[in-house]
């Protein structure tokens, strides 16, 4: 069956709003534009935004807990307690069956790393923490990366590259740009740097739900992928490695991603609304 493209549709007998008009020209030029519902109203932006400051909170945490010979199941008994004492739940807590609080990704593994007693972080690892938390319902999504101790210079390098990269797809998400813009950005300043970007996964919509439409790519050409409208509640999330894209999934346990050659990966993760002006952080 042909996909349909036509996916912004205007309730019956509404009359059109500007944003309607505008958004109906995008459509009509035959860009990929959002269905109306994913445009949050001010009060579930609010909720996601009070999500956040869980979310925020919890890294914060994390952030000051982490140390050189903790185990990543350490962590994660961190994030759950936080999480439930503030009255919100973890979300990655059996979501399709995933079996902790938060997902803990050291050097070579890119993101999906399960928790785990045995694993005990080391002096000159890198690691990702990444948390989702649902309060009243509203998902708030973010990540960080945390140096153990000190590390090598090639691996500080790519967690800096890495959260530049996330801060220059925040800048290149402008109202009623594209998808593939930020990613397009993300990925020309991850190669400059001798780095690449993973492909296989990639930021979404959140707020309502975990991952919502669209796809958001950290790599890609300008002008393609979703419209970005104001009052869209998204993540952006670039997986940057030091040497190829190439990711495989460990078949022992069905989620750690971990790079093709072995080489660390570094990853930074926030929670966006898209205003007239431009994204706003909802997990600061
Ligand atoms: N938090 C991850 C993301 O950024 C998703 C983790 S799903 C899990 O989208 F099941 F692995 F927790
Ligand atoms: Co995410
Ligand atoms: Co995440």
Redesign the pocket.
């Known amino acids: 069956m042909r996909k349909s493209k036509i996916n912004w549709r205007v309730p019956k007998g509404a009359e059109l709003t500007e944003l309607d008009k505008k958004v109906l020209s995008f459509q009509n030029k035959g860009h990929l534009v959002p269905s109306r519902e994913l445009i949050k109203t001010p009060e579930q932006i609010e909720g996601i935004r009070r999500s956040g400051v869980i979310n925020t909170a919890v890294l914060d945490l994390v952030e000051k807990e982490i140390h050189a010979g903790m185990s990543t199941a350490e962590i994660d008994k961190l994030v759950y307690d936080y999480t439930v004492s503030h009255g919100a739940i973890p979300a990655?807590l059996g979501?399709?069956g995933?079996p902790k609080s938060c997902?803990t990704s050291i050097n070579e593994v890119v993101?999906?790393g399960i928790p785990n007693d045995e694993e005990i972080l080391e002096e000159g690892d890198i690691i990702n923490v990444?948390c989702?938390t649902i309060l009243d319902g509203y998902y708030a999504?973010a990540?960080r990366m945390f140096i153990i101790g000190k590390t090598t210079p090639e691996k500080e390098k790519l967690v800096r590259v890495a959260k530049e990269c996330l801060e220059i797809g925040m800048e290149a998400a402008k109202p009623f740009s594209f998808v593939g813009d930020l990613g397009h950005a993300i990925e020309k300043h991850a190669k400059k740097n001798g780095f690449s970007v993973v492909r296989d996964l990639c930021g979404?919509g959140v707020g309502l739900e975990?991952?919502e439409e669209p796809d958001v790519e950290h790599y890609g050409k300008k002008g393609t992928g979703m419209l970005l409208v104001p009052g869209m509640v998204f993540?952006i999330?670039p997986m940057i490695n030091m040497g190829t894209w190439e990711v495989f999934i460990d078949e022992e346990d069905g989620?750690t991603v971990v790079t093709e050659d072995e080489l660390p990966s570094a990853q930074w993760?926030h929670t966006f609304v898209m205003t007239e002006n431009g994204v706003e952080i909802l997990t600061y």
């Open positions: 990655c979501y399709e995933f997902c993101c999906h990444d989702t999504d990540s979404h975990f991952h993540t999330e989620w993760e």
